[in-house]
């Protein structure tokens, strides 16, 4: 069959390469692959940033989102039939007390896996098995849409992470701000107007495209480079009381922590590689931190309650505004041009490959 594989740490090394169809044991079933999203773990793994192959290959078949159908099931598999649409969860757990749990997500040793990225191979092939309890299924009316499960249950753990951290509270927020503008800051958007919160977002840009998107949804945006993220609460008249920070920049991710208002909670998800150093306040920003009761949560990941929630949010916004998921899915392409996808993902929102033709 055909896949894409990189040569882990090799930059531009991303290829198609001819495999084995893998066999299923009798807990698993066999995919065959519709349609796999690319994300910035993909293109740092193609950059030779990261990445790591099954132990004994040299090649690392990547793609983490993805949708399928199931085309062969063992003979133990209760859950999943021939036809079903279903989306493969990423990370394997280890044997720490997290991952015995259930909280893979949560894994406290990081010797985990993770399809696509580290250990496993990934979901950017023609066919891939999976086991059963790692599989979830689809509903057929979601469509392609389905293949924007994975993001969209990292910003479900988010979410998630912002109501549990506030238990800690009364809290009723009323004023939310999502920064970045990616698809996962687009999708956490979207999920934070479906639970009826006023949302801001904020990126750098004014983007007429988006800003479509956004008066769709009934969100507001702000152009840091006009506005101070710290004027912002101050524009919109009220105190800030989550922040959702997807930004990819660390700098962003601090100051948030400063614009959240009081008992307030900021969720970091963004995986910055560098080694930045910005100059702040320590004082203000303990003190901020201290009398404003504020917290603040780190996410990575997700779990398969994250996974199912998605699906019931997906089909909710795709229902409250028709028609404004699919203008996250910006390009497609078939799997030979995975070089030329990789590259256009920096003028696009999600690009996706895929390896069935409409
Ligand atoms: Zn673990």
Known sequence: MKAIAVVPKVKNSAQIVDVEIPSIGDDEVLVKVNLVGLDGTDREIN????????????????????????VGTGSSVKSLQMGDNVVATVRRPDDCINCHAGEYD???????????????????????????????????GLGDLAVLLEPTSIAEKAIRMAFLAQKRMI???????????????????????????????????????????????????????????HDIPKKVGMQVDLIIEETG???????????????????????????????????CFNQGLVLGNKAIVGTVNA????????????????????????????????????????ASMKDNI????????K
Not at 112 to 117: C, F, H, K, L, V
Not at 303 to 331: C, F, H
Not at 350 to 357: A, E, L, R, S
């Open 303 to 342: 779990n398969r309650q994250d996974y199912e929630q998605g699906i019931l949010d997906l089909m909710a916004v795709e229902k409250k505004w028709p028609g404004v998921l699919s203008k996250l899915i910006t390009a497609r392409y078939p799997p030979e041009d995975i070089q030329m996808a990789l």
């Open 350 to 357: 999600k690009t996706v490959i895929y390896f069935q033709k």
């Open 47 to 70: 950059e030779g940033h990261y990445g790591e192959a099954p132990a004994g290959d040299a090649l690392l078949i990547f793609g983490h989102e993805s949708l399928g159908e199931v």
């Open 106 to 140: 949560m894994c406290l040793k990081g010797n985990y896996t993770e399809r696509g990225i580290r250990g496993l191979h990934g979901f950017l092939s023609e066919f891939y098995v999976e086991k059963e309890k790692h599989i979830v299924k689809v509903p057929n």
């Open 249 to 283: 920049s660390s700098s962003v991710a601090l100051h948030s922590m400063m614009v959240v208002g009081t008992n307030g909670v900021v969720v970091l998800t963004s995986i910055t590689g560098g080694d930045k150093k910005i100059e702040i306040c320590a004082d």
């Open 171 to 229: 809290w009723s927020p009323k004023m939310v701000m999502v920064t970045g503008t990616g698809t996962l800051g687009l999708i956490t958007a979207m999920l934070l107007r479906l639970r009826g919160l006023n949302v801001i977002s904020v990126d750098r840009s004014d983007d007429e495209y988006k800003e479509n998107i956004f008066s769709r949804l009934g969100v507001t945006h702000f152009n840091t480079d006009k506005i101070n993220l």
